[in-house]
């Protein structure tokens, strides 16, 4: 093995019979926890804090394969504790705690808050803009807040953009101005009652008088 090769490579996970194969000189120094049997890591990890539990997991992908993920009740226990209360909440879409400002505000607010009836309901931006369909993600016409300004998920085209300006708009700004102008054009039914009126008139001068088929009307 070169040197360089040696400098760029991963540490672990060591060979599960051995300990240490698997795993190069430079990084003999690390090994001993990773040169540990299987089952040491696993009886060690039953007593550790989910904080601990986390961090171990984030070391190699060896600990995270054979260190079981946190349940997202645990991870919703976490967040009330000492610790990690205001600081890091848990997101039920990809089931990791996540920092206040990956969450819409609303999300970490009164039920939705730490410890809160719908928190186990609460997840992340991030998820919240995975496609549709799905459940724990925005709807079509959601909002929310993002870095200090409203988004949304237009009713229409699905498409996420700034929410334009007006109380509970749920279209992106090209939508809307469609809807608006939709809205304020004349319905088929005014449309067709003023084209027979129109009719009648033009009619009216040719006979002079009004035909009896619309008298009888
Ligand atoms: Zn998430
Ligand atoms: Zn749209």
Redesign the pocket.
């Known amino acids: 093995m070169d040197l360089q090769e040696s400098k760029t490579r991963p540490l672990g996970p060591p060979d599960l019979l051995t300990g240490m194969e698997g795993m190069n000189i430079n990084d003999a120094s690390k090994a001993s926890l990773l040169s540990l049997p299987v089952e040491l890591h696993l009886s060690i990890s039953s007593y550790l804090t989910l904080t601990d539990v986390l961090a171990l997991r984030n070391i190699t992908r060896y600990f995270s394969t054979i260190i079981p993920k946190p349940t997202h009740a645990e991870l919703l226990e976490a967040e009330i504790s000492d610790e990690y209360c205001y600081i890091l909440y848990a997101?039920?879409?990809?089931h990791?705690l996540?920092r206040h400002h990956?969450f819409s505000p609303r999300m970490i607010k009164r039920t939705h808050r730490a410890g809160g009836r719908k928190a186990k309901n609460r997840?992340?931006v991030?998820?919240g803009k995975r496609d549709l369909p799905g459940v724990d993600r925005y709807q079509r016409g959601s909002r929310w807040e993002e870095n200090g300004e409203v988004w949304l998920r237009c009713l229409d085209c699905l498409e996420f953009d700034r929410a334009p300006r007006g109380k509970g708009v749920q279209r992106c700004g090209g939508c809307h101005a469609a809807y608006l102008e939709l809205m304020s054009a004349p319905s088929v039914d005014e449309e067709t009652d003023q084209e027979d009126e129109a009719e009648v008139i033009v009619e009216k001068e040719e006979y002079g008088v009004l035909p009896l088929c619309y008298v009888l009307r």
């Open positions: 997101c039920t879409g990809c990791r996540r990956q997840f992340c991030e998820c």
